[in-house]
């Protein structure tokens, strides 16, 4: 689906009156017309070469469109011409205008036919004669239908019944810089975001002609007078493989029941199903018919008869795309044979009928690849694709969000957790039943569903099925089932005993003072009565006190403080902090926002060991008195200059004791996974070039843990935060060899294991790591966010509680011994 582009209007200061009472600075040219930008109807297009030498089109003509969101009355208007270089004798032509332009609807205005050209013009909304030039004039939109009078850009500007205005080629009379010159071939035409900035050079683009009427009718654009195309099958247009045999090419005949309209967006359009399909289950029955930002006057259940040119839409510039395209009709015609025709039944999806394996592996592209849709699920998609298909009592496996989407299953019994979703356990074990759900429903009619994972869309969902580059095959929905709650819980987490260490890592998404109230409380609540008051929290994307402002500030003492302040609020203790300002716009993240890692941590339970020197560039080393292991700087950071750092998060190591006993903890943010190819794209397997960074990462790591551990065997060393990578991941793994760290996220069982949900796929991006000294380990993901619609934060946060080593082991024993006695209590004795 193509991203919708919003362009808000330049306002403007007007210096209309000076200029219209002759105030004229001496050597400085008379401005631009700057009229003030219309809410609702603007031109559109506007075309001059219709019958002249080498045109296709018979006839002149000009484009409305409706920028707003209501119909927008044209009755009493008019569309008024006058030459690129007036004369004293030259005024201005008028056409007068009746009836309306729907909300993002056209309205075609026909004008002067010439001799030559071989294609009408679709059936326009109002007519006149004006035979504008074809390489340069003025056109405008005016309130009324008496003729302007105006000959200047300025005294144009000046008159009030102007409700907008188009100079293209040399035209005196234009707002801001005239469009580029068109000629007998070609259009200016208004961007699809219909963006007035009042600069019609910076508004229009110069191509082929693309008359459309109010009922989204359209002569096409490119070559309309050319062949009318070879005629095709739907089945025929969408081929074998991924790439349909028609691309780029013009079809005709192309025969279709409407089965649903896009009415929204710059990606407007309608689906078509041929009701007598082939044989062949790898040829789809379904394709899009793009109307650009037309609303196709069709309805469903209309039988229509296309021609166009057959594209293959991608996001991004189709020679390095790394997603999937969409096969679609551009630049189409068509009529309407008959309406209240039977809609094809949608193909109903079954467990069994999506394949577990995900795509053939040939290491690049799998476009020119055939299908095997009872094989691989991305080409079982593909071969219904603009298809609509059919789902029930769907269980939400990716919570509704922000983009009114969700993410559900078709396949329940893969990969379940124990709360509803599905986890992601191996790069070959993608869940191939995830499905991405939207609406083509008005918000009127049925406002989208908010939904969190587990939660089940009961009845029917159906809809045609396409591709999009964010979440893989999405269906959208024309019929969207209802959705029922199955009452997830956010999760609590016991409190540490008194001879337990508790730590705790949170990735609090982008934190800074110009956060809400709200989010900060959230958060804190997490802290206080999700986590039970860890006594040491390693936080991750901390920002700096003026956020994603982008003004040189580093220092996030403002943030760290409202947070603990919410903290306090929620009944927690006062924690305090350590952290180490970075280099500004060095590591990473949401520009401006300087984010960082840092620590909390409840004084009254454990002490923060101070060894000043730590800055953003200096490194931490480690050494060894009395036969234990000490940092050199406390905070420190681990080779902050290090290339493997670079534009990421640096790892911050802080010594903590508890107990009289001395616990190291490292704080972390690798970097992310931007720019790795999609699971779901046109390259398979993907490449993960993020991965090459984080391996570097983690040999640092590892190699300052071994620093640690060499210093003293015994040290008890966290390693926390979010490492942006899986368990089964090449960067964990080099952490975790040898047995000296352990995952702990690993020791749960297969359906527990995650704490961050992407694309309907459960997965780990944050780990908690020991030593082998801690005793007594018990460890938690504590799940508050990532399945829920309302989040604080997209991560849960995970805590490890446990007996940090004294190195001796009559003392360890001792506390084992103590730490029993007080669970033992805790058991059978009244809490105070």
Known sequence: MRGLRVTKPVKRATLIAAVASGLVLAGVAAPAALATPSADAVIAEVYGGGGNSGATLTNDFVELANRGAAAASVAGFSVQYLPGSP??????????????????????????????????????????????????????????????????AADCAADVRVKDLVGFGTATVRE??????????????????????????????????????????????????????????????????????????????????????RTFGSSRGFWITDPKPDADPRTSEGLFVYSGSVTPAVAVGDAVTAMGTVREFYPDAPATSVYQSLTELSSA??????????????????P????DALAPMPGGNIEALPLEPSKYSLDFWESHESESVSISDARVVGPSNSFNELYVTTKPQQHPTTRGG????????????????????????????????????????????????????????????????????????RRQRTGELAVATYNVENLSPLDTQAKFDQLAHGIVDSLATPDIVNLEEIQDNTGPTNDGVVAADRTLQKFTDAIVAAGGPRYQWREIDPQDGQDGGQPGGNIRVGFLFNPARVSFVDRPGGDATTAVAVQKVRG???????????????????????????????????????????????????????????????????????????????????????????????????????????LTAGGKLKDLIAGLPENERYSYVFEGQSQVLDHLLASNAPRGVDYDVVHINAEFAQQASDHDPQIVRFRPSAGNIVQDSLNDFLDWLDQLLGKYLPKP
């Open 87 to 152: 004369s004293a004798s030259s005024t201005w032509s008028v056409t007068p205008l009746t009836g309306s332009v729907a909300p993002g609807g056209r309205y075609l205005v026909a004008e002067g036919k010439g001799a030559g050209g071989t294609v009408a013009l679709p059936a326009p909304d109002a007519t006149g004669t004006i035979a504008l030039s074809g390489t340069a004039g003025s056109v405008a939109l005016v309130d009324g239908t008496a003729p302007l009078t105006c000959k200047t």
């Open 176 to 261: 801001g810089n005239p469009t580029a010159a068109t000629s007998n071939t070609t259009s200016a035409a208004r961007a699809a975001s219909l963006a007035d900035t009042d600069d019609n050079a910076a508004d229009f683009t110069v191509g082929a002609p693309t008359p459309t009427n109010s009922k989204g009718e359209t002569t096409g654009g490119g070559d309309p007078g050319g062949p009318p195309g070879v005629p095709a099958k739907i089945h025929d247009i969408q081929g074998t493989t991924r790439i349909s045999p028609f691309k780029d090419q013009k079809v005709s005949e192309v025969t279709g029941v409407v089965t649903a309209l």
């Open 333 to 350: 015609q068509w009529t309407v044979d008959s309406s209240g025709n039977a809609v094809p039944a949608p193909t109903v999806v079954t």
């Open 352 to 355: 069994d009928l999506v394949p």
């Open 422 to 493: 599905t986890v992601y356990l191996d790069y070959a074990k993608l869940n191939t039943g995830v499905l991405k759900v939207q609406s083509l429903i008005p918000f009127s009619q049925q406002p989208f569903p908010t939904v969190n994972t587990g939660d089940v869309i009961t009845g029917e969902t159906a809809g045609p099925v396409e591709y999009s580059s964010f979440g893989g095959y999405t269906l959208f929905a024309t019929k969207l089932g209802a959705a029922k709650d199955n009452g997830l819980q956010r999760e609590t987490t």
């Open 628 to 734: 234990k292991a000490q940092l050199t700087l406390s905070p420190g950071r681990v080779e902050p200059t290090n290339e493997a750092w670079g534009s990421s998060r640096k790892p911050l190591a802080g010594e903590f004791v508890f107990q009289g006993r001395t616990v190291f903890v490292i704080a972390n943010h690798f970097n992310s996974k931007g720019g790795d190819q999609p699971t779901h794209g046109r390259n398979q397997p993907p490449v993960r070039s993020s991965e090459i960074q984080r391996a570097k990462q983690a040999t640092l790591l590892r190699g300052f843990v071994d620093q640690l551990l060499a210093a003293d065997k015994n040290a008890n060393v966290i390693v926390a935060g979010d490492l942006n990578d899986y368990p089964f991941s090449a960067a964990v793994q080099t």
